[in-house]
């Protein structure tokens, strides 16, 4: 009855068993930005935090329209497990760079199943997945804009609070 059912849904098997992979990545995402909240909130760092603590909610938001797109179109969508959340961090700067790094690693994999989609021709999930990649492109720039400011103007504690309101600000 398994295979029956696995064969009706509206999305192509193989492209839903990397949406729940998909699904993982965005629940570790969101506990990693957690993490990182934590410690922005820890060294005073408010603004920082207050930008983590949202940047997790919204990795949740995008696991939940994931899981919610494969129920919806027939398919079994799976709690994931989330585990090796780094806690550890040395600076402001390096909460940065590992968040632009994990926000690449997203983009990847869903330009894989992307990838993937267009060579089973599923159209609807390919559609569906445009969101994402717009989403990622604005999420990687936005991370590229904040450690320009590192950059910009450095890591000593005068700079890294004036970065932290810049951060409350969207600049």
Same mark, same amino acid.
């Given at each position: 009855?398994?295979?029956?059912?696995?064969? %009706?849904?509206?999305?192509?098997?193989?492209?839903?068993?990397?949406?729940?992979?998909?699904?993982? %990545?965005?629940?570790?995402?969101?506990?990693?930005?957690?993490?990182?909240?934590?410690?922005?909130?820890?060294?005073?760092?408010?603004?920082?935090?207050?930008?983590?603590?949202?940047?997790?909610?919204?990795?949740?938001?995008?696991?939940?329209?994931?899981?919610?797109?494969?129920?919806?179109?027939?398919?079994?969508?799976?709690?994931?497990?989330?585990?090796?959340?780094?806690?550890?961090?040395?600076?402001?700067?390096?909460?940065?760079?590992?968040?632009?790094?994990?926000?690449?690693?997203?983009?990847?994999?869903?330009?894989?199943?992307?990838?993937?989609?267009?060579?089973?021709?599923?159209?609807?999930?390919?559609?569906?997945?445009?969101?994402?990649?717009?989403?990622?492109?604005?999420?990687?720039?936005?991370?590229?804009?904040?450690?320009?400011?590192?950059?910009?103007?450095?890591?000593?504690?005068?700079?890294?609070?004036?970065?932290?309101?810049?951060?409350?600000?969207?600049?």
């Amino acid at each position: 009855m398994k295979d029956i059912v696995r064969q %009706k849904i509206g999305i192509n098997v193989d492209v839903m068993d990397l949406l729940n992979e998909q699904i993982a %990545k965005e629940a570790h995402s969101a506990a990693a930005y957690l993490a990182m909240a934590s410690w922005c909130d820890h060294n005073g760092l408010v603004y920082s935090a207050d930008f983590f603590y949202k940047q997790s909610n919204e990795e949740r938001e995008h696991m939940l329209k994931i899981f919610k797109f494969i129920n919806e179109n027939g398919g079994t969508a799976y709690s994931p497990e989330v585990s090796n959340i780094n806690h550890e961090f040395n600076s402001l700067q390096e909460i940065f760079e590992t968040a632009l790094d994990q926000e690449i690693q997203i983009s990847k994999s869903i330009h894989n199943i992307v990838t993937k989609c267009r060579k089973v021709m599923d159209y609807g999930t390919e559609n569906f997945l445009q969101w994402f990649i717009q989403e990622q492109m604005e999420e990687e720039n936005q991370f590229r804009r904040i450690l320009e400011m590192f950059d910009l103007m450095g890591t000593d504690g005068l700079a890294l609070k004036l970065i932290d309101e810049r951060i409350k600000h969207g600049e």
